[in-house]
């Protein structure tokens, strides 16, 4: 069964607008760790955001936030501000043990 | 800061032929993870470390090996290449087995011929 789910496998947005990514996530496991990556044609895998499972804020890092639903079990990535540079597939993670991939959304910003 | 260091980047090789990657880790990380991501495709585990033992084993080809060392640093091992191993190959460390952001190297690229 797919632990991630992103259910969204490519997304347009306008530059300066904001942008959310779902993620969903399955886990039985009280203790994990949910992450967001940004994967650029270059191949590099940049971490973004982290939220662990007992953070009681949604995590923030400029212009990324979570929005970590636990009940739901949901860990949405917001983009505010979009821009040019931000065009490229994004991963969110589950960490149980190891990091576990969902299979990406590519986001494409239009100028 | 140090970062996560991969050998070599780029790497072609012939059809099974063998071929070693090979990971360096942030100081003072004691956890090292190998991942394989197709062309399209979601990185994928294949094996852990931590503190130089197996850690967990994922969906890594029996072809393939790999081990930490004294130093931390980890080799990946790949024998009888087929075509289809061609992928960018990640290595992260992390300071520890279950907590914490784990730190991407930039990937060694592997094509098959």
């Known amino acids: 069964a797919q632990k991630i789910t992103q259910t969204q496998p490519g997304m347009f947005v306008q530059e300066k607008e904001a942008v959310t990514l779902d993620c969903t996530y399955d886990?039985?496991?009280?203790?994990?760790?949910l992450f967001w990556y940004k994967q650029p044609s270059s191949g590099e895998m940049i971490f973004l955001i982290y939220?662990?499972?007992?953070?009681?804020q949604n995590a923030t890092e400029g212009r990324y936030s979570l929005n970590f639903q636990k009940a739901r079990k949901s860990a949405n990535l917001v983009i505010s501000a979009s821009q040019l540079g931000d065009s490229a597939m994004y991963f969110c993670?589950?960490?149980?043990?190891?990091?576990?991939f969902g299979k990406g959304t590519k986001l494409s910003v239009k100028p | 800061a140090a970062g996560v260091i991969q050998s070599p980047r780029h790497l072609i090789k012939e059809k099974r032929e063998t071929a070693t990657l090979k990971c360096y880790p942030i100081?003072?990380?004691?956890?090292v993870y190998w991942y394989q991501q197709g062309p399209g495709q979601d990185p994928q585990f294949l094996i852990s470390?931590?503190?130089?033992?197996?850690?967990d084993k994922g969906s890594i080809p029996d072809r393939f090996s790999a081990q930490q060392f004294s130093d931390y640093h980890s080799e990946l091992n790949m024998s009888s290449l087929e075509l289809g191993d061609s992928a960018l190959y990640f290595c992260?460390?992390?300071?520890?087995?279950?907590?914490?952001?784990?730190?991407f190297g930039e990937g060694s690229r592997l094509t098959v011929l």
């Open positions: 992260a460390s992390s300071a520890g087995v279950r907590t914490g952001e784990l730190f």
């Open positions: 886990t039985s496991d009280p203790s994990y760790g």
């Open positions: 939220q662990g499972s007992y953070d009681q």
């Open positions: 993670a589950m960490r149980e043990r190891n990091l576990i």
């Open positions: 100081p003072r990380h004691d956890t």
């Open positions: 470390f931590y503190e130089k033992m197996q850690s």
